[in-house]
């Protein structure tokens, strides 16, 4: 489509423009998915490093959880809960509290004499819970070849054959009760049903002390695993017990002084200038994880919903002009080509933007030179690039001191500052496009 | 069971035994009324097949049929009560064993 074209275009001109257009959205669709798969590699390397700055950090701060170290950290970072709270007493009540109760286990008759107990073979629990469970099968094959007849049991709580029974003989009830009996007793000869009743009362009462007897072993079985479990836990814990504590110390004191005012923190720890390095090193590769995602998804991700938009209406639009109805549509020449003009340089512009901004950040790793003042680090980074009132942290920080004082003296900003000068143009042109121009956004298009 | 099929079997075995059955006969118990499903009104002897197909549950209610087995306990009649679904071979041999009860205990010449 050129700018000297005819004052209207048809459906055919329509499928060939849209069709290319198409193909660049398509195009721009791929890039970004390249660029979000890079992005994300390099955002695991930097918090990678971040993870190391601190686990360094948090060393070099607290090495050990004795009280002149926790003294000395609490001084060097202000951390005002040690002053009341002592980490190190915490630790060891937990000690002597786990060694308490491994005492208690270890006194346990059950646990002292484990293996005489509950050897899985030979234990003494062990064998008698398998004799107990031998009896009580064996009572429960005499029960069950007594309960051989489904209404063996009816007729026995019914007392049949004894006074109890009190089924009257007009009922059918009675002959259905005589039949069973007839029955049951033709399987036992020589042996009347009370007889039988009285042998199936005593074998279910046998049956039910053994069931008890086997519930009062296991409970005790159970009892010994259970001290032999918590004892296993303890000793574990003990082991580790030294570890966690410093670990869990370190973790609050790390954020502490990563969520601490910086420059006061940096005052307080210019006392120590190995851990003011550490520190600054951490803080700055936190602030890098968070600016790179920034400059993506502001950059490269939002674009890929827009495109996305596009993309359907172009879909949308080409089916309702494959309809015979719309074949001799005509397309005002104004709307055609603001919609179809070729937006590959302003792709470009924007690419370029993002990569600029995105490399400045990426190479950076000066973090230990940093002005005396207060700053944020995105002004250290990039040289206090405007574009940085995106990000609310940068915002509310220029809110309160303005544009920073330090940054034409600063040997790295001028630096990036220079670099950026044809960047800053860049920017300049993709506003002015985002408010006025066609790229990256839907533009209002019908066929007349 | 059908209770055609109870009751056709219940009055041969009581009619092979000696007693004359008449069905549905109405048969005061008490205060009660009920409708038998055979009766030897000389002999006071029949039977009733309790099922819900014929709405005897309803006709038979648990006082009626406590009514009916108060005047057996006084020896005024006797009711063969089928109480529950049979087979064919149960209930022929209730129908013999009832007889038979009644024969030995003097009850029925």
Known sequence: VTSAGPAAYGVADFFRASAHQRTAIEEQLRRIDAERATHEKNREAVLAQATAARRDLAQSLLPGLVPRLVARARDLTGFAPWRTEDPVAAMDAERAAVERRLAAIAADPLFMNGELLF???????????????????????????????????????????????????????????????????????????????????EASAAE????????????????????????????????????????????????????????????????????????????????????????????????????????????????????????????????????????????????????????????????????????????????????????????????????????????????????????????????????????????????? | MREATGRAILRAIFEEEGLSIVEDVPVAFGEHEVVLDGWDAARRVGFEVLTSEAGDREAFPPPVVAAVEDAMRRGEAWVLLVDLDPTEELLRSAARGFVGQLRARGLLA
């Open chain 1, 119 to 201: 050897h899985p073979r030979t234990g003494t629990h062990t064998r008698e819970l398998a004799e107990l469970e031998g009896h009580l099968a064996t009572q429960q094959r005499a029960l069950s070849e007594l309960m051989c007849h489904p209404r063996f049991t009816h007729l026995v709580d019914a007392g049949y054959g004894t006074e109890r029974y009190a089924v009257p003989f007009w009922r059918l009830t009675y002959y259905d009760d005589w039949k069973a009996h007839d029955e049951i007793v033709e399987q036992f000869p020589g042996v009347t049903f009370p007889e039988l009743a009285r042998r199936y009362e």
């Open chain 1, 208 to 448: 039910q002390t053994l069931r008890d007897e086997v519930a009062r072993v296991n409970a005790i079985i159970a009892r010994g695993q259970a001290l032999f479990t918590e004892h296993a836990a303890l000793t574990r814990r003990l082991g580790a017990l030294s570890g966690e504590h410093l670990t869990a110390a370190q973790v609050r004191l790390l954020e502490h002084v990563l969520t601490s005012h910086g420059a006061t923190m940096r005052a307080a720890l210019g006392r120590d200038p190995a851990i003011l390095g550490l520190y600054l090193r951490a803080s700055a590769l936190e602030a890098k994880v968070r600016y790179l995602d920034h400059v993506f998804v502001q950059d490269v991700g939002s674009q890929r919903e827009v495109l996305q938009r596009q993309l359907q209406k172009i879909l949308k639009d080409q089916a309702k002009y494959r309809r015979a109805k719309h074949a001799a549509a005509r397309f005002p020449r104004e709307a055609f080509e603001r919609r179809f003009g070729d937006r590959s340089a302003a792709y470009e512009r924007r690419w370029d933007r993002y990569r600029k901004r995105y490399l400045i950040l990426w190479r950076w790793s000066a973090w230990d030179d940093v002005p005396d003042d207060d700053f944020v680090w995105w002004d250290v980074m990039t040289g206090a690039r405007p574009d940085g009132d995106a990000i609310p942290e940068v915002a509310e920080f220029r809110r309160r001191h303005g544009r920073p004082s330090w940054i034409d003296g600063h040997r790295g900003a001028r630096t990036r500052a220079s670099e950026d000068d044809d960047d800053l143009a860049v920017a300049a042109a993709i506003a002015a496009e985002a408010s006025g121009g066609s790229a990256g956004r839907d533009v209002a298009f019908d066929a007349s």
